[in-house]
């Protein structure tokens, strides 16, 4: 397989974060929204532009966005909402992927709760890709991470997805084609579930 350099990334910002109490991704982290963060490490990755699927919050999460942009002076996200968001987190991808350009090569897909994603870990997926691999991620103390990082010999398979998963399956059934990293940092599992977990301090051996 040749090398893949044309690569674009989605940031999944359509759920309800219910058990957060709603407006998950408009709470304040380090002084700012919460989806920032995962803005930030998308739009530091290896990308040709930054693709970001709203549902729940739409507007807000909309706004939340081109504020984002205005305070970094960075290019706008395309915004896509997926209108059947409420069927789970494959909903959201699946608007993503559609919403790709043709010359997408592969997409990073990054989650908008997940607000400590080590800068280094995106390009180190990104040259992950050689050989027969289709897919990359990184591990951190044997559990798989985000972001995920798709080629597009996978964009169909994911356009099948149903529920409220993400790309799991898919992964486990490339064996070797998927491409594994192991990372040291535990921000590529952290995620914020919980009021409580504004709190929190991810760093190595952390969880």
């Not at 930054?50 to 970094?72: H, K, L, N, P």
């Amino acid at each position: 397989m040749k090398s893949v350099s044309t690569l674009h990334a989605l940031v999944l910002a359509a759920g309800a974060g219910s058990r957060f109490g709603g407006r998950k991704l408009l709470a304040p982290w380090r002084g700012a929204p919460l989806i920032y963060a995962a803005l930030d490490a998308a739009a530091t990755a290896p990308v040709r532009g930054v693709i970001v699927v709203t549902g729940f919050d739409a507007g807000e999460v909309s706004a939340a966005v081109r504020g984002w942009m205005q305070d970094r002076s960075a290019p706008m996200p395309v915004l896509v909402q997926a209108s059947d968001y409420r069927q789970g987190l494959s909903a959201s991808l699946r608007a993503g992927i559609r919403a790709l350009p043709d010359e997408a090569e592969g997409a990073f897909v990054f989650l908008g709760d997940m607000p400590c994603i080590p800068p280094d870990v995106p390009n180190r997926l990104r040259l992950a890709l050689a050989g027969r691999h289709a897919a990359a991620v990184p591990v951190f103390r044997g559990r798989r991470g985000h972001p995920v990082l798709l080629t597009r010999g996978l964009f169909e398979e994911v356009e099948a997805l149903s529920g409220d998963f993400g790309a799991g399956k898919l992964l486990d059934r490339l064996g070797n084609r998927l491409a594994r990293v192991e990372v040291e940092e535990d921000g590529v599992l952290f995620d914020v579930d919980e009021k409580r977990d504004l709190e929190a301090q991810p760093g190595p051996g952390t969880r």
